[in-house]
């Protein structure tokens, strides 16, 4: 069930890859969902905080339990869930999620760089389904959506009472399949686009030698944190560093996120050996400082960073960390 040590910290990234933020995110791990419905309740002592007066909370599922018209329309896992889903909801922080077991497996897929759908990264925003960033080369990017557009209906159904996970689960299909997304732009009329879904496979870094001033500038760009990033990275930098290249500029835009570890691991390449480049900082004062052990090859360059505000969690998680920056 639902574990603390399981607490998604929202980390600050700085150095080299700017300024994030803190927060926090809950899910519970699972394979996929819970084949049947619970009907007994387990452990419900455990863990329990001696301070914390639950008669409230129990005289209400008890009341439910016991004069509910229909028990057969209770599911003691949904109840269960939607009393965490609110406790969590109640904090205020729109960077702290509960995430239940399908939506896990979906978090899972998108960070092991390869899913089905039209390649968006989609968000709540003033509670109006946004996307958040197009993936490059997927069906929404070629389309022409853009980061801050507003999903406003998912085929013929609107997406105002729509959560996240039931947003994605209506964008994604089949491959070969069509969806379509009615949208707005910077406040202008609705438009419908029809985007045909394909096997998305996440990209991680490009690059390209530009000329600036008359001196060879290297752009490059890091498109998300996946597990793919670290190996690709090497190479590009490799790439780089046997170029002609004089300057170095770093685009984080539009960056959805990933790994944390791969971007102190990217870090290490800007940096010199044990320097600081997270601080995980917890409520009894306590804290965890994440140094770069790279070779800072990239020192070498002038550099500049290309990012905006902070747009949604930097996320970590067990086994696996992970991290977003910029809008």
Same mark, same amino acid.
Request: glycine share 8%.
């Given at each position: 069930?639902?574990?603390?040590?399981?607490?998604?910290?929202?980390?600050?990234?700085?150095?080299?890859?700017?300024?994030?933020?803190?927060?926090? +995110?809950?899910f519970?791990?699972?394979?996929?969902?819970?084949?049947?419905?619970?009907?007994?309740?387990?452990?419900?002592?455990?863990?329990?905080p001696?301070?914390?007066?639950?008669?409230?909370?129990?005289?209400?599922?008890?009341?439910?339990?016991?004069?509910?018209?229909?028990?057969n329309?209770?599911?003691?896992?949904?109840?269960?869930?939607?009393?965490?889903?609110?406790?969590?909801?109640?904090?205020?922080?729109?960077?702290?999620?509960?995430?239940?077991?399908?939506?896990?497996?979906?978090?899972?897929?998108e960070?092991?760089?390869?899913?089905?759908?039209?390649?968006?990264?989609?968000?709540?925003?003033?509670?109006?389904?946004?996307?958040?960033?197009?993936?490059?080369?997927?069906?929404?990017y070629?389309?022409?959506?853009?980061?801050?557009?507003?999903?406003?209906?998912?085929?013929?159904?609107? *997406?105002?009472?729509?959560?996240?996970?039931?947003?994605?689960?209506?964008?994604?299909?089949?491959?070969?399949?069509?969806?379509?997304?009615?949208?707005?732009?910077?406040?202008?009329?609705?438009?419908?686009?029809?985007?045909?879904?394909?096997?998305?496979?996440?990209?991680t870094?490009?690059?390209?030698?530009?000329?600036?001033?008359?001196?060879?500038?290297?752009?490059?760009?890091?498109? *998300?944190?996946?597990?793919?990033?670290?190996?690709?990275?090497?190479k590009?930098?490799?790439?780089?560093?046997?170029?002609?290249?004089?300057?170095? +500029?770093?685009?984080?835009?539009?960056?959805?996120?990933?790994l944390?570890?791969?971007?102190?691991? +990217?870090?290490?390449?800007?940096?010199?050996?044990?320097?600081?480049?997270?601080?995980?900082?917890?409520?009894?004062?306590s804290?965890?400082?994440?140094?770069?052990?790279?070779?800072?090859?990239?020192?070498i360059?002038?550099?500049?960073?290309?990012?905006?505000?902070?747009?949604?969690?930097?996320?970590r998680?067990?086994?696996?960390?992970?991290?977003?920056?910029?809008?």
């Open positions: 069930m639902f574990n603390s040590s399981r607490k998604i910290l929202i980390v600050l990234l700085v150095a080299v890859l700017g300024a994030g933020f803190a927060g926090g +995110i809950f519970e791990r699972s394979n996929g969902a819970v084949a049947n419905p619970i009907k007994i309740l387990l452990n419900k002592d455990l863990g329990r001696d301070s914390v007066d639950f008669s409230l909370f129990w005289d209400t599922w008890n009341s439910i339990h016991n004069k509910y018209v229909d028990q329309a209770l599911d003691t896992q949904k109840l269960l869930y939607g009393a965490i889903q609110g406790m969590v909801d109640s904090i205020g922080d729109p960077y702290t999620v509960f995430f239940k077991p399908p939506e896990s497996k979906k978090l899972q897929e960070i092991s760089g390869s899913f089905g759908g039209i390649g968006i990264e989609i968000g709540k925003r003033n509670d109006i389904l946004t996307v958040i960033a197009p993936i490059k080369d997927t069906p929404a070629k389309a022409g959506l853009k980061a801050g557009d507003k999903i406003i209906r998912i085929e013929d159904k609107p *997406t105002s009472n729509l959560s996240i996970e039931e947003a994605v689960n209506l964008i994604r299909g089949k491959r070969g399949t069509p969806v379509v997304l009615t949208i707005s732009s910077n406040g202008a009329d609705t438009k419908e686009v029809e985007m045909i879904r394909d096997t998305i496979k996440i990209p870094v490009e690059w390209t030698m530009l000329e600036s001033e008359g001196k060879k500038v290297a752009y490059l760009q890091i498109f *998300t944190f996946n597990q793919n990033v670290d190996s690709e990275f090497k590009t930098a490799q790439e780089i560093l046997n170029s002609e290249a004089e300057r170095l +500029i770093v685009d984080l835009r539009n960056n959805p996120g990933g944390l570890d791969s971007a102190i691991n +990217i870090a290490g390449w800007f940096l010199d050996k044990d320097q600081i480049v997270t601080v995980e900082s917890f409520k009894d004062g804290r965890n400082e994440f140094k770069s052990s790279g070779n800072s090859s990239l020192k360059y002038p550099t500049a960073i290309l990012s905006t505000a902070a747009r949604h969690p930097l996320r998680y067990w086994p696996a960390r992970f991290m977003t920056i910029g809008e």
